[in-house]
């Protein structure tokens, strides 16, 4: 069989289904073009979810006549002035969007250029190109901008319309894409409309706002995002090297049962990034359930020449110079924004409580409940929260609260008796205290505290269970992780790269408490384990953090192991529900958990306690 060159059409309905896999990826090209002529007012208006229509228009710089012939050529661009590809500092490529999207639908492109001084220029032109086929520029009426429209979506390859959902999915699809570019861009005004509905319309954040860059991009985010995350969000701004990180993460307790609220910028591109997700679950790690997770919009900004973006047709992925610097730097600013928050837990803790004062018939879906809905409080030694398929046992967890002595010691001493009433009454509650003064005890298991302004319930079991996991940590980074020889050394066979990459690191781990050598080519020998682990699994923990080294530059594997084990032995010392304690031990709590960073939430991501401020209760007797 002879080789020959296609033509030209087939080439551009082959790009195009690299590009365009639905509306939506035809909206995300025009909009990201919109935005790199420096549009401050995007429209996008939709008819039968895309299908029939598409129309972005934009206050932009605009085209002419021979640069809107040049626009719908392939590789014709204005956004690599210097002719390298690695210095990308827009979006995408006009040149390459717009001839595969006229490849397979009826694309009519009108602009007017913008002059020097800023004014229209003379004559607005228009263009069309025809399944592919290219006319001549037209004189047309537009005031300024550029406005594209594309009819009959892949009517050129009727193939592919079999592929498409209903017309409100991929409206819905629209409606993802504009919203993630809406958030990286708050200085520009955005419209979505369907049909005659509109779907999205975020007005351009004002200039005295958008003097305090972190106030402006906060206000854009809470509009898309919801007004509880605006007020339940932690700031994020951090600089490692070249790269800066900046944005918000939710307080754990504010989280939900997948990641579609977590929010990736790359020098402004929104990406979903597998390094970038697990940073961000690593981070959150010590604070929620494995099926749980946070609301976060972050935004990496570093040189061009560090970050790959042209790893996937779409630029929905990106790839990180040094990965490991760029995955410490999310972990690193999130905890410490975590810990700066103190005992703060979400404000839509109390929300949610009132709901269920006032609706207790009505339920929230599975995807919006809260971790620690419907959770019973337990007694005994199981825990609140503690997963009874650890392979911690009980002798461990002795042994590990005998290095505490004196948390051991606290934790021994006798159950307290309950005390009368005007002995929990002496006391009156201080400004100085947000969780206020102990009043009384519930159940054995919750201490009811008078606030300033109204009342806190703590889950007793969970707040110390936070407490002593804090002072675990404290304990392990001051002392170091002990070690346990192993009678027999462990031989674990990798291949070669691998075996190199754990031995390059071989002190770091010993740090961590794993001691290895090498054992010959593409072997290595465990000598030395963290005593935390008792009997664990050493082949599988030795491959699991070779594997990360080759994809992440950084072993975390037994980190999180530890941090785990350290989690479940929190879970066995903490105070257990069920037992009484006197007003002066349970101030004691609350004055521990002010004071410890993280304690509004336990281990598992469930809150400690939940604040009624007198308004709220005034409200639930029908006084406001």
Not at 486 to 511: H, K, M, N
Request: glycine fraction near 8%.
């Amino acid at each position: 069989m002879s080789i020959r060159l296609l033509p030209s059409n087939l080439i551009n309905q082959i790009a195009a289904g690299e590009v365009v896999e639905r509306p939506a990826s035809v909206v995300k090209e025009l909009v990201e073009n919109a935005v790199d002529a420096g549009a401050t007012r995007i429209d996008v208006t939709l008819r039968e979810g895309g299908r029939s229509l598409i129309l972005v228009g934009d206050d932009g710089c605009g085209m002419g006549p021979q640069e809107l012939l040049l626009a719908v050529e392939r590789h014709a661009t204005s956004k690599l002035p210097d002719d390298d590809l690695v210095h990308i500092h827009h979006f995408g490529f006009r040149g390459e969007a717009l001839p595969a999207i006229g490849a397979v639908g009826r694309l009519t492109i009108t602009s007017r250029a913008r002059k020097a001084d800023g004014a229209g220029g003379d004559q607005a032109w228009s263009l069309i190109v025809d399944g592919g086929a290219k006319g001549t520029p037209q004189p047309a009426a537009l005031s300024a901008g550029t406005r594209v429209e594309l009819r009959d979506l892949f009517y050129a390859v009727p193939a592919r319309l079999k592929f498409l959902k209903t017309p409100r999915s991929e409206a819905n699809a629209v409606e993802e894409i504009v919203s993630r570019l809406a958030m990286a861009h708050p200085a520009i005004g955005f419209t979505l409309r369907d049909e005659d509905r509109v779907i999205l319309r975020l007005p351009a954040i004002s200039d005295d706002l958008l003097a305090d860059a972190a106030a402006a991009q906060l206000q854009r985010l809470s509009a898309i995002m919801g007004r509880d995350f605006g007020d339940n969000a932690l700031a994020i701004d951090a600089t490692r090297e070249t790269v800066r990180l900046h944005g918000y993460a939710g307080l754990p307790t504010l989280n939900r049962a997948n990641a579609s609220h977590q929010y990736l910028f790359v020098n402004g591109r929104p990406v979903k990034d597998r390094l970038v997700i697990g940073a961000i679950r690593g981070a959150y790690q010590d604070f929620l359930a494995r099926d749980r997770h946070p609301l976060v919009a972050l935004f990496v900004d570093l040189p061009p020449e560090e970050v790959d973006v042209n790893v996937h047709p779409a630029k929905a992925e990106v790839r990180f110079r040094d990965a490991a610097l760029v995955r410490g730097l999310i972990v690193s600013a999130i905890r410490h924004s975590l810990a700066a928050a103190g005992h703060r837990a979400a404000t839509t803790v109390a929300t949610q409580t009132l709901d269920a004062f006032q609706a207790p018939q009505m339920q929230l879906s599975s995807a919006e409940a809260p971790a620690w809905q419907g959770v019973a409080p337990q007694s005994g030694w199981s825990g609140y929260g503690h997963h009874g398929g650890s392979s911690v046992n009980s002798s461990l967890v002795n042994r590990a609260l005998a290095g505490f002595a004196p948390l051991a010691a606290e934790l021994e001493r006798p159950s307290a008796r309950m005390e009368a009433a005007d002995a929990m009454s002496a006391q009156s509650p201080q400004t100085s205290y947000p969780l206020g003064v102990a009043r009384a005890q519930l159940h054995e298991n919750y201490i009811i505290a008078q606030t300033a302004d109204g009342l806190v319930i703590v889950d007793q079991h969970a707040a110390h269970e936070r407490l002593v996991y804090e002072r675990m940590k404290e304990a392990l980074a001051a002392q170091g992780v002990a070690r346990q020889a192993l009678l027999i050394p462990e031989v674990v066979e990798l291949d070669g790269a691998s075996a190199q990459r754990l031995l390059a690191r071989s002190e770091e781990l010993a740090e961590l408490g794993l001691v290895i050598e090498s054992f010959g080519p593409g072997t290595v020998v465990v000598r030395e384990v963290p005593a935390l682990l008792g009997q664990s699994d050493i082949q599988g923990l030795v491959r699991d953090m070779a594997d990360e080294l080759a994809e992440l530059g950084a072993a975390h594997s037994l980190k999180e192991r530890l941090e785990e084990i350290c989690g479940t032995m929190a879970c066995h010392g903490a105070v257990r529900s069920g037992r009484r304690l006197s007003a002066t031990e349970m101030d004691a709590l609350l004055r521990q958990m002010e004071a410890t960073p993280h304690s509004g939430q336990c281990n598992h991501g469930r809150p400690t306690y939940v604040e009624l401020k007198l308004a709220d209760i005034e409200r639930l007797f029908g006084r406001r």
